[in-house]
């Protein structure tokens, strides 16, 4: 029996497809998922229809269903008028990946923890997982010297990822990770020996190691070269060695822009908890090159008094928005016409970097048929004040009576990119009042810019760990009636993920979060006694899986 998708786009294309089904269930292989027939065709229409969203479980469990119900029911020529209807009012299915260990290529360049990532792979597929996402991180594919780049380990590990029947999304990052070990190339690390200003600096004249000042990215610092030619030519490399799975395996290229790949300054340089934020962390304006740009910028102002220092009255790191008086409530420096003439310089900074890095990705990739992802932070700290502190330091002119995210939205949209964003799992009712924290609110502001631009926007969870409710918050925002989100990445696989008392809900959050757009009747029934029997091999699977990997 032939199986053809019928996608509804603007020109109607007609692929054929087929059930992949782990060995183990080598029994269900055959069966075929039914629709609707024409010209003796067996079709299905995946933009309308839910059918094929689920756990693996839940697709051939109703594949069994309809392929010994439908047949028989439909006439040949004609089509399910009852079902088509009801298949068009559901709302298309969010693309989930799982984010991979972010050392799962050692700095050493070699493939780590093979057999729990494979049996971790397995289960994910198992569960009807969409891909997978991975760190490439610069640091390790160009190391040793400028334009030598080693993509084999990657190429094995997309390899991996392939034959087990899952997508890839790609996470380019040009910084480093502490947490993993991860560096700066060494080669840029020897530059930043005798050139310390190629990082970003704070006021006490502290480096910040992990990725380049942008002030750096149109000065040729690198070996003669900018930094927006060194990324450029690490993505045209990219591009050209995973150019066979371009498209098919690796559906998705997510951009990094910064600190952890967010497009932000490095404001935050502490070891507090993941979940509160007391501090307002640091302007990073004292490198020597964006001390030039803000000289130049104050001199052009007619103010060259104002471009010679960042603000000398606002706090330290882990200090609160009233310990010094630039953030103050009332009457605050950032209210000043001084505190406008920094904060806009500050933020454009900011924006003039995503917008050359995100029109260079974009023109690099634009004619792969890939979705291209950039990440902003979700930095809700203080944002119930009106200075909004924690985001003004890390380039965000969010204040009370200005929209700083409308920018971010419309540049997005002029680069064609998607924004993804993080702290889907968090509420309000979990957030410190000292921080005066508003997780829901900064992302009901987010999602209100970038519905207005057109921006598409794919979510993340905050912590590894996950918090208390989580998942629930997470379908909250996922399956919210405003806007339509493309995909979500859960952070991340690892032990824990894997440990009987995380591993257990997830399974049962991706599960809620299909069935939450299944009609009733194409849920599974436990009378099919094939089905039955899938379903106990399917959750005896998942025990030994999880023994596995913990």
């Known amino acids: 029996m032939e199986v053809s998708v019928v996608r509804c786009n603007s020109q109607v294309k007609i692929v054929r497809t087929e059930l992949a089904i782990r060995d183990e269930l080598s029994f269900c292989k055959s069966k075929k998922v039914l629709l609707f027939k024409n010209n003796n065709r067996i079709c299905f229409d995946l933009k309308r229809s839910s059918l094929m969203r689920g756990t693996g479980t839940q697709v051939v469990m109703k594949a069994i269903q309809f392929e010994s119900s439908l047949s028989s029911a439909l006439p040949a020529g004609e089509t399910s008028t009852t079902t088509t209807r009801r298949s068009a009012e559901k709302a298309e299915s969010v693309r989930l990946f799982v984010g991979l260990p972010l050392d799962c290529i050692s700095y050493c360049n070699t493939l780590s923890h093979t057999k729990a990532i494979t049996a971790g792979l397995k289960a994910l597929k198992l569960l009807g997982v969409e891909g997978v996402e991975f760190p490439v991180w610069w640091g390790i594919v160009e190391r040793e010297k400028m334009g030598k780049y080693d993509w084999s380990s990657y190429l094995a590990l997309a390899e991996l990822i392939r034959d087990v029947g899952l997508k890839i999304r790609i996470s380019l990052c040009f910084h480093g990770n502490k947490e993993s070990g991860i560096q700066l190339p060494q080669w840029v690390s020897q530059t930043g020996e005798s050139q310390p200003d190629i990082y970003f600096t704070d006021r006490s004249g502290r480096r910040y190691k992990e990725c380049l000042s942008l002030a750096v990215d149109d000065l040729p610092v690198l070996e003669g070269k900018t930094a927006m030619q060194v990324y450029q030519e690490f993505m045209e490399s990219f591009k050209s060695s995973f150019s066979a799975s371009i498209g098919t395996t690796i559906t998705d290229i997510k951009m990094g822009l910064g600190p952890d790949g967010e497009l932000r300054y ?285």
């Not at 900064?442 to 409710?469: M, P, R, Y």
């Not at 049962?508 to 194409?522: I, M, P, T």
């Open 266 to 550: 490095p404001s935050q340089q502490h070891s507090q908890s993941s979940q509160i934020l007391e501090g307002v962390g640091e302007f990073q304006c004292y490198d020597k090159h964006m001390l030039d740009h803000l000289k130049q910028h104050a001199q052009a102002s007619g103010n060259p008094n104002w471009g010679l220092s960042g603000p000398h009255d606002a706090p330290s790191y882990d200090q609160s928005l009233n310990s010094n008086t630039f953030f103050k409530e009332n009457g605050g420096s950032w209210e000043t016409q001084y505190g406008d003439f920094f904060l806009s310089w500050y933020s454009n900074q900011l924006i003039k970097h995503g917008d050359c890095l995100l029109s260079l990705a974009f023109s690099t990739f634009c004619d792969s048929p890939m979705n291209l992802l950039a990440k902003i932070p979700l930095l809700h700290s203080w944002y119930k004040t009106r200075s909004h502190p924690s985001e003004m330091t890390a380039g965000f002119y969010n204040v009370d009576g200005r929209d700083s995210y409308e920018a971010i939205a419309e540049l997005f949209a002029r680069n064609s990119f998607n924004v993804v964003l993080p702290g889907m799992d968090l509420s309000d009712e979990q957030q410190s009042h000292e921080s005066f924290s508003s997780p829901e609110l900064l992302l009901s502001q987010i999602k209100k810019s970038c519905i207005k631009h057109g921006v598409q926007v794919s979510g993340e969870n905050s912590t590894v760990s996950g918090v208390l409710g989580g998942f629930d918050q997470i379908k909250k925002n996922l399956l919210g009636e405003n806007l339509v989100i493309d995909s979500f990445t859960y952070q991340r696989m690892g032990a824990y993920f894997f440990s009987p008392e995380h591993f257990s809900g997830f399974t049962k959050f991706v599960r809620n979060l299909v069935q939450a757009e299944l009609h009733s009747d194409d849920l599974p029934t436990t009378q099919n006694k094939e089905a039955t029997v899938l379903l106990s091999t399917v959750s005896r699977t998942e025990k030994n899986l999880q023994m596995q990997v913990a």
